[in-house]
């Protein structure tokens, strides 16, 4: 039996992708009980296996063909910058990549000082200041609750995915400039894509059928 297997990202993604696969008339049964600690949930009868895995990862399992598809936010994409072809915008996880900070850091930005910048997405970070806006910047690498960054003067701004902006708010911070605008995507694996390009063309056509972008 030849499995398609799709790495799905844990979490909010995770249950949106499934949502989308069902209305595609995928079913995804195995991955209903909630109590479980298996990883990996293989469904014989359509020939699927799905796996949850940590954002940051998905592209890495999609590169080396451990997965074939995956979903995984734009963010994380452009970050991991992994070879993998980029097949659907999927119309879900819609955010914004953006420069925040307290008001004070607006002048820093628009008369290029070399600022500090905190940010989970070091390359995004360094792309944005270096190549597009052509300014040299301290950029500095944090795993999470990366709007602390400008409260304890650890950094001028923040480089974060922005989606309802209540973190920002509650923290007396607000969107300063905007990267790039975000969503999940499915990606595939470049030899999948030849190998398994019956099963991965369908999957394809199905999921765009029923996306609401
Ligand atoms: C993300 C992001 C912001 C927040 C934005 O953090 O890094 O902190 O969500 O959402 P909002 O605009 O709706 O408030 P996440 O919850 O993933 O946790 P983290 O800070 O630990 O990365």
Redo the contacts with the bound molecule.
Sequence with gaps: MQYLTIALTK?RLAKDTVSLLEKAGYSCDVLRDKTTRKLIFTDEEQGLRFFLAKGPDVPTYVEYGAADIGVVGSDIIMEENRRAYEVLDLGFGK?RMCVAGPEEARSLLQHHEMIRVAS?YPNIARDYFYNRKHQTVDIIKL?????LGPIVDLSDVIV???????????NGLAVLEEVCPISARMIVNQVSMQMKAQKVRELIARLREVRSL
Aim: aromatic content about 6%.
């Design positions: 979490g955010c989970k795993n999470g609750s990366v709007e974060d995915i922005v989606e309802t902006g209540s973190t920002l708010y509650q």
